[in-house]
């Protein structure tokens, strides 16, 4: 079974003329070291926003902007554990010394398969910081210089999933965390009054490490083998039986975060394969 994450090649990426995509802008990207974040990095470095991405890993985060550039887009990398306020923070103010704070995706995310019975609390702690905590923080502090833009516009992206509608099993705190997303979106612009917005983007299995990573876990819990954790479990209802790729995922936030979503306040934009609404 060979299935890896696939490069980003530019004739792939989503390109949008939107007035407020320049260099003036700041796009601040969680998760940037990998998969979806790196490929939401690369498209909007490419719309021509000025990007800062944040992840825990140097090295990729760095590998990130090496690609940005590679498609003549402008970003920044900065190390940042999400767990610590003080690093967020300071990340935030980083961010805001090289322009306009208009946009927010966050992305970053992690996995563990158990049950709730055997799962580990510092894993959950883990996961409920990662995925739901910074992102709510992340958004309480960029809110304030999206108000202050010339507009005083300003985008949320969270990322979220079918998991932000349906729950699997032995995935408990990622079924948690996503569903809070949904919450936190709509919350953003029940209080964004039409100009601060923010959206879901839910989609099935992407062709990233998170997704690939889990395959032998989920093979040993349910006691199957590792091509039917794909052809089942994976795809099983999905009726496009091939994963997204992750550019086909960022393409959407940027789209998200265009002038061509102005009603995109609070919405979920549901690309799974008909893996929630098909029977």
Not at 67 to 81: L, Q, S, V
């Amino acid at each position: 079974m060979d299935i890896q994450e696939p490069d980003i090649l530019s004739y792939e990426i989503l390109s949008l003329k939107d007035e407020n995509f320049t260099r003036d802008n700041v796009c601040i990207i969680t998760g940037a070291g990998s998969g979806i974040g790196r490929a939401t990095a690369v498209a909007a470095a490419k719309n021509g926003l000025t990007v800062v991405g944040l992840d825990i890993n140097e090295a990729a985060g760095q590998e990130t902007c090496d690609k940005a550039r590679a498609h003549g887009g402008n970003m920044t990398f900065i190390p940042t554990d999400l767990c610590d306020d003080k690093a967020v923070a300071g990340a935030v103010e980083q961010a805001a010394d090289l322009g306009q704070i208009k946009y927010l995706a966050n992305i970053a995310g992690m996995q563990h398969i158990d049950s709730i019975e055997n799962f580990p609390m510092d894993i959950y702690d883990r996961m409920q910081k990662t995925m739901l905590r910074a992102p709510f923080l992340l958004s309480q502090l960029v809110i304030p210089h999206m108000k202050e833009s010339g507009d005083g516009k300003g985008v949320i992206a969270n990322m979220c999933s079918v998991h932000g509608h349906i729950c699997t099993k032995n995935k408990p705190v990622y079924n948690l965390t996503k569903f809070g997303l949904r919450g936190l979106s709509q919350s953003i612009s029940a209080e964004g009054r039409g100009k601060i917005r923010s959206f879901t983007v839910s989609t099935g299995f992407v062709k990233t490490q998170l997704a690939l990573n889990q395959i032998a876990d989920q093979a040993e819990q349910r006691g199957i083998t590792r091509e039917e954790v794909v052809s089942d479990v994976m795809m099983g209802k999905s009726r496009v039986k091939e994963m997204m790729t992750p550019i086909e995922v960022g393409n959407m936030i940027i789209f998200g975060f265009s002038r061509h979503a102005t009603y995109l306040i609070g919405g979920d934009l549901l690309f799974d394969g008909g893996m929630v609404l098909t029977y």
